[in-house]
Each structure stands twice: as structure tokens, then as C-alpha cells.
């Protein structure tokens, strides 16, 4: 099948790679000339495991091409697929504009019967004004599917090839068979193809992310009052996730989630309730209690060193908001720098992938902040190592080299995986979440 896939970032790339592997002619547009010449030369631009090998397999093969020309997109393929970004505007509210401006622009090259296919996680309602957009602008049939993406950054190739299911919203049953038919060889082993009506795919997609930043942030919740009736977060997931009506997936306290989908998606699910009437609480009481979380090390810090962490030098292992990327929106990491700066504590930082990130967004912006090549060159002359991203690197520690290297001994474990009497054994001071 001929597939175009407008825009480049995490979803549109992984899409059109995963697409073109699976034996089907894909163009991957966008409108940056630099990122495009980069991913004609098989660079992916952004770190997503497994993506470069298929990428550079899939252009020496000839299966996927890269162009700067929506015109070229549209006219030459039968279905097009919008993985376009949808920030939050400053009220929470979701930025359809790039969407509804590629919409009103790609009508005029349609020449034919044509799939075009929301993929970016948007508000309920936004394939009908797609479809509205579109219709007054072409005279050729066409139809608007809904087919929300459930990625994970870090296993995105994994999940695209390997799906738990596959969502789409049609309003007719051309539209839906033309998508079962493309995504038919993904479904080997079973079939995981669910049609449902456009504006209930929509919301599928902000009810499982919300449903998830939930599970982290009652996890989350449990830790802190761990900390106060002295119990054991650990224990306490092993115990509930035992449950086959839980289940263990999600059930890790830490400093709080980030990335480019949770947060945004539970102000977004919430800003839709509202425009339809409905005051969604629960769904405020999860944003704000990860906001708190992102302070919680910060807070056991000054409770260990004082408030004025002046002349104070910390290590922090993993800028990235989760291990297997390099994404640091809305990061943990970064409101923990900020909060130590603004302490007078210089920052002493590594991450196995995510520095580019972190320097080109916010170089000179965090004062007091210096990035290494090194884990364990991070730790010279450190006063505590901060973990914040769980990379499996930082999982086993040399006690003996970071006695050498820190000026004392304490470790702030972010994220719960290190064993606290090892940790004490070896002679370092153990915080964790909820331990």
C-alpha cells in the first residue's frame, strides 16, 4: 500500500519506518529541510531503540523516501496519516492549529479517493472538523479515520510491530477494511483490530494515558504515607499487584512522570470535560499530586544538607523522563535542577543519551549546571548522587570508586532500585520513595 506520513517526530518517524518494514511504499514528510536531509542519510534524529537499524535498512531498500512537499504526500499515496504536534496552550487547552492548518492545506492536492488518518492524540470531535475542513476544499471522496497511537517511547518499534491492540474510528465500512487491510500483517499471531466510532477512538486514547498517570500517582501517594506509618512501598506493590484485577504494571513510586503524553494529556482530557460541562476532579487531584512529586528529593535533600545548599555539589544520574530515550519533556530532572540552583547547589549531571536534549534546550537557562560524558566522573567531588532516570547502567553500583570520588556518602535513590541495606553496608546514607 502507498502511505504518506505527515510530520517527523516520534510517531510520524516510528510509523512510517514500521510501515515501510512491513513491505509497503511509505513518504515521510515535514516542513524541516535540516531534519529531512538528516533522515535521507539515515540519521532518526531523535534516540528510539531499534529505529536507525530499520531506518537505514528500509532507505537502502527503497521502501521509504523523504520529502519537504506536501503536494508530492497527498497526491502520491492512498492513505495519509497526520502524526502532528498537539501541545497544551497555556490554559491546558489542546493546539490543534498545526492540525487544522496541514488539514486545510492537503485538501487541494487530493486527486482521488483518500484515508486520512488522525494519529496525533487530539480532542473529541477533531476528526469531524477534519472531515468539515477538508470537504469544502475538494470535490473527491475521501474519508477521516480516527486511529490513535499507544507507543511507548523507549519500545515504540516493539509496540508498532508487536501491537496489544489496534483502535480505529471510521464512519463507514470502506474506511475501516482499507485500515484492517494495512495493518492486517502486524496481526499475525492474533487478531487485536478494534472499530469503534471516531469520537470514542478520540477519547480511548486520553482515558488510557489518564488511567496510567493515575495508577503512578496513587502509587505515589502510598509511598509518601509509607514514609509516614514506616512501611515499605515495595512490599505494598507487591502486595496489590498481585491482584489480577490490578496487575503490577504502573505501580512504581518515583519522582513523578513526564514525558510528551501523560502530562499533557491529563490537563487535555480534563480541558475536554470542562468545554462539555463536566468538572473532572479526579483528574485535577492526579496532575497536582505528580507536580508535588517532581519537590519530594528536593525536600528530603534540604532536610538532610539544610535549606541553603550553598557550595553544596550534587550528582544526578538520567536527565531523561523515563530510561530507552532522550525525550526531557516535562522531566523530573529538570524541575529537581532548577529547585537545587535556585538553592545555590551546583549540578553535576549524566545521562546515557538524553545531554544533546537537555544542552540544547536549556543550556545557560539552569545556572550552576554542568553535563558529563561520564557516570562516574559526575560523582567527582559530589556531596550526593541524585537518581532520577532508572537506565539499566546505573543499576549495579562500585562502592569503592565513589568513595574515592564523593566528599560524603549519600544517595538519593529516585526511582527505588537499589537495595537500602546494601547500600548502608557499604557505608552510604540510603533515601528512597516511600522506604
Known sequence: MKIGVIGTGYVGLVTGVCFAENGNQVICMDIDEKKIEK???GNPVIYEPGLEELLQKNLE?????????????VSQNDVIFLCLPTPPNEDGSVDLSRVMKVSNELAKYINGYKVIVSKSTVPVGTCDRIEKIISKRTKHKFDVVSNPEFLKEGAAVQDFMSPDRIVVGAKNSKASKLMHELYRSFMRLSERFIVMDRRSAELAKYAANAMLALRISYMNELANLCEKTKADINLVRAGIGSDPRIGSSFLFAGVGYGGSCFPKD?????????????????????????????????????????????GKIFTMWGISYKPRTDDIREAPSIVIMKELSKAGAKIQAFDPVATENFQKQFDNKIKNVKVYKNSYAALKNSDALILVTEWNEFRRL???KMKNLMRTKVIFDGRNIYDPKEIKANGFRYYGIGR
Open 398 to 400: 562500585e562502592y569503592s
Open 39 to 41: 533522515l535521507k542519510k
Open 266 to 310: 491529563v490537563t487535555g482530557l480534563r480541558k475536554t470535560a470542562e468545554e462539555h460541562g463536566y468538572d473532572f476532579e479526579l483528574l485535577k487531584a492526579i496532575d497536582l499530586v505528580n507536580q508535588k512529586q517532581k519537590h519530594l528529593i528536593v525536600n528530603k535533600i534540604k532536610n538532610h544538607f539544610g535549606k541553603n545548599l550553598t
Open 61 to 73: 531498500e527503497g521502501r521509504i523516501t523523504f520529502s519537504i512537499s506536501l503536494k508530492e504526500t
